[in-house]
T-cell receptor, first 112, second 113 residues
Framework: RKEVEQDPGPFNVPEGATVAFNCTYS??????FFWYRQDCRKEPKLLMS???SGNEDGRFTAQLNRASQYISLLIRDSKLSDSATYLC?????????????FGKGTKLSVIP | GAVVSQHPSWVICKSGTSVKIECRSL??????MFWYRQFPKQSLMLMAT?????????EQGVEKDKFLINHASLTLSTLTVTSAHPEDSSFYIC?????????FGDGTRLSIL
């Protein structure tokens, strides 16, 4: 079983739609969780950290379920500019210094 | 804040050439720098973790003599791909961290002919 797994998609959604991605992780000692956004042929950019209580940033909501070992990202009112690949990343202190393990990413295409 | 600069952005060179990639944290001191490689439609794969002033820790399967990492200061790390071959062609990305999340450089697209 891979350490961090995501549905690769693509998710093709119309503008204004709500879309949700899940990401599962295998290491129960994982401590920190993040969602990154990666545009084609670009570096990943931190979208948001994921906290145990769940957190929201504008149209984006992230949640963590430790019992089931998954994190989720919800995007409301999708914009064309949201089209990108969304990577989840997980770290645990045993790896040292916020060493991250990334999923392969979920591709989102928002269609006019 | 938290800007990481990576240079060069794009390299095309002949097989057997050694290529050096620089990663700089511009507005913070990076305790740790990370080097990743990403093949098309694949996830970012960590190659090595580098702490300033000490030897890099390489992930399993990454040849340390092939991928030389130097982290001489808190703001600069370099990755040298020695005697590069076509199978080394990939997108190489560095990231830097003080004690918080990693911040990524722009990446270097390496093409070996």
């Amino acid at each position: 079983r891979k350490e961090v797994e995501q549905d690769p998609g693509p998710f093709n959604v119309p503008e204004g739609a709500t879309v949700a991605f899940n990401c599962t992780y295998s290491n129960s000692a994982s401590q920190s969780f993040f969602w990154y956004r990666q545009d084609c042929r670009k570096e990943p950019k931190l979208l948001m950290s994921v906290y145990s209580s769940g957190n929201e940033d504008g149209r984006f909501t992230a949640q963590l379920n430790r019992a089931s070992q998954y994190i989720s990202l919800l995007i409301r009112d999708s914009k064309l500019s949201d089209s990108a690949t969304y990577l989840c990343a997980v770290s645990y202190s045993g790896a040292g210094s916020y060493q991250l393990t990334f999923g392969k990413g979920t591709k989102l295409s928002v269609i006019p | 804040g938290a800007v990481v600069s990576q240079h060069p952005s794009w390299v095309i060179c002949k097989s057997g050439t050694s290529v050096k990639i620089e990663c700089r944290s511009l507005d913070f001191q990076a305790t740790t720098m990370f080097w990743y490689r990403q093949f098309p439609k694949q996830s970012l794969m960590l190659m090595a973790t580098s702490n300033e002033g000490s030897k890099a820790t390489y992930e399993q399967g990454v040849e340390k003599d092939k991928f030389l990492i130097n982290h001489a200061s808190l703001t600069l790390s370099t990755l040298t791909v020695t005697s590069a071959h076509p199978e080394d062609s990939s997108f190489y990305i560095c990231s830097a961290s003080d004690t918080g999340p990693q911040h990524f450089g722009d990446g270097t697209r390496l093409s070996i002919l």
